[in-house]
């Protein structure tokens, strides 16, 4: 992960020497700043993830290489995105996101998961989708996403939305280029009142979609659009920006395009996977979204091969996982009001 500072503590530790590092760190960074630290001692973890939390500043990474250990932190809060109010009051657990699979037709740059066509599939499978699926029915999920790696790679694809459409409405995120031959057929068996196609469109015209996609796919994901509502099914259009001006250009395109506010997605790329730049994410900045890959069970969709968004290598029961994902949003409450509470004067 790119940093905006470099500190190197060698062998130190809160115990000796290390704490003054750190807030001579604080005084000279800026908020939204990405400081990675580098020290021998990795047993300091916990603690320095105590001090974390305790100075607000968000734990994005931590990992070991060539026997080193390397944290990256954000200095401070980032501004937190507008949201809708039923977005604030959606209960944890009531929608279900699902990676069918991580290979892709593409390489997108900013992929917050590094799909790419050389990814391993690391595929759900259908079976466990059948599974979860059913059980998701009767915790009363509300609604499933189905994403990827591009999930119409998979050709039980078809068979996976009919599943899930039964349990809930399902929306499938897509890039809308394979919608041809067999694909088409798949397309063509799925019930169009439980099926949404979210299909990814960065801008309103080629240039910035074919940097980050490649070239010609702008014009193969409009192709794929058109196919998509000639079959019926409603489509709604996602696009992940660098900047406020991007967003403000596309929904001007998608306001002559009489794009629906319901059918439309802006997003700001994340700080994760293959992205170099964007905005840096940690658990505490997200309200969790149950998300299942066929590793186990994270906390958003945003980060679902990170460890730090891990929960439970365990998918089933599925109320077990998600009582874990319930588990560790309270432990996050209760983090914040202890912190909320340490410096109380009467």
Not at 25 to 43: I, Q, T
Not at 320 to 345: M, P, Q, T
Request: hydrophobic letters at 40%.
């Amino acid at each position: 992960m790119r940093t905006d500072v470099h500190l190197d503590i060698g062998d130190k530790t809160f115990a000796s020497g290390l704490l003054p590092e750190l807030i001579a760190v604080l005084r000279r960074c800026r908020p939204g700043d990405l400081v990675a630290v580098v020290g021998d001692d990795g047993s300091i973890r916990p603690e320095f993830e105590t001090w974390c939390r305790f100075t607000r500043n968000s734990l994005l990474e931590a990992t070991v290489e060539q026997g080193r250990t390397r944290w990256v932190f954000r200095c401070g809060a980032v501004p937190a995105p507008a949201r809708a109010p039923a977005e604030d009051n959606r209960p944890v657990g009531s929608r279900l996101w699902l990676y069918t699979n991580f290979d892709c037709n593409l390489h997108c740059d900013y992929c917050c998961v590094r799909s790419s066509p050389t990814a391993p599939r690391r595929e759900l499978g259908l079976a466990r989708v059948q599974r979860i699926t059913r059980e998701a029915a009767e915790l009363g999920v509300k609604e499933i996403f189905v994403t990827g790696g591009e999930p119409f790679l998979r050709e039980d694809i078809g068979e996976i939305l009919i599943s899930c459409g039964a349990a809930a409405p399902t929306t499938v995120l897509t890039n809308g280029m394979l919608f041809t031959g067999r694909r088409a057929e798949s397309l063509r068996a799925l019930p169009r009142d439980r099926i949404v196609l979210q299909i990814s469109l960065d801008s309103a015209t080629p240039e910035l979609h074919d940097l980050h996609r490649g070239p010609g796919t702008w014009a193969r994901t409009r192709e794929g659009i058109q196919r998509a509502r000639e079959h019926g099914f409603r489509v709604r259009l996602a696009a992940t920006v660098s900047t406020d001006t991007e967003a403000e250009v596309f929904r001007q395109f998608l306001d002559e395009e009489k794009i629906a506010a319901d059918d439309r997605v802006i997003r700001r790329i994340a700080l994760r996977g293959s992205a170099n730049d964007g905005v840096a994410v940690s658990r505490t900045d997200l309200v969790p979204e149950v998300t299942i890959t066929a590793d186990g069970v994270y906390w958003h969709p945003v980060g679902a091969e990170d460890d730090d968004l891990l929960v439970t290598r365990d998918i089933f029961p599925l109320s077990e996982s998600f009582a874990a994902v319930r588990r560790a949003f309270d432990r996050e409450g209760e983090h914040a009001n202890k912190l909320a509470r340490i410096f109380n004067c009467a």
